[in-house]
Each structure stands twice: as structure tokens, then as C-alpha cells.
């Protein structure tokens, strides 16, 4: 099983980045995948959710309308798209993936909102 994340990197205050995250070893279209992120010296926390179909997503208060879940289950890859990032959405943004008891984490990819 993998989770690979790409995408992160440096953004000013006010830009945007898409995240990636491929998945490989498992059944990607039966999984409910988030993404989560943890920052310097706090709990990590869930950020976004999407259901195994797409039809359905949830989101963390502080993102709702900046960030948006996809997925393409042919490509077997979920996205954030990450818009209006501010100073306090850096992080270590983890792709998550759970189905019953089974559940899968990726190696991270960092995203940090500097001028």
C-alpha cells in the first residue's frame, strides 16, 4: 500500500497549491479518503473529506470555502485544491485513507504560506 502526496512547497499569503496524493495497493474507489495536516507544536487534524464516490465532501471549519476535495477514481488520486492560503495553513498535509478497519496514511508533504 502506498500513499504518495505532491504539491506542497513555499506560497505567498493569498495563492494557492494543489496537492496530489496517488494511491497504489489497494482498492482506492471502496475508501473514504481525507486529507489531514498537522502544524509545528499541535494536534494534526482533519482538513477534508471526500466519500469512496466523490458524491459527498466535508470540510474543517477554517478552510470551508478556500479549499476543495476531489478525486478521480481512474487515476486512483485524490486532490486538494488550496485557494486564499494564509500564514496559518502551514503544515505537514497528510493524504488518509480508511474503509472498515483498514486505514492508510501517506509520508506528508509540506506546505508553507510566507511573504
Known amino acids: 500500500v502506498q500513499l504518495v502526496e505532491s504539491g506542497g512547497g513555499l506560497v505567498q499569503p493569498g495563492g494557492s497549491l494543489r496537492l496530489s496524493c496517488a494511491a497504489s495497493?489497494?482498492?482506492?474507489?471502496?475508501?473514504?479518503m481525507s486529507w489531514y495536516r498537522q502544524a509545528p507544536g499541535k494536534e494534526r487534524e482533519m482538513v477534508a473529506t471526500?466519500?469512496?464516490?466523490?458524491?459527498?465532501?466535508n470540510y474543517a471549519d477554517s478552510v470551508k470555502g478556500r479549499f476543495t476535495i476531489s478525486r478521480d477514481n481512474a487515476k486512483n488520486t485524490v486532490y486538494l485544491q488550496m485557494n486564499y492560503l494564509n500564514p496559518e495553513d502551514t503544515a505537514v498535509y497528510y493524504c488518509?485513507?480508511?474503509?472498515?478497519?483498514?486505514?492508510?496514511w501517506g509520508q506528508g508533504t509540506q506546505v508553507t504560506v510566507s511573504s
Open positions: 471526500i466519500t469512496s464516490t466523490g458524491g459527498s465532501a
Open positions: 495497493g489497494f482498492t482506492f474507489s471502496s475508501y473514504v
Open positions: 488518509n485513507a480508511m474503509r472498515l478497519y483498514n486505514i492508510y
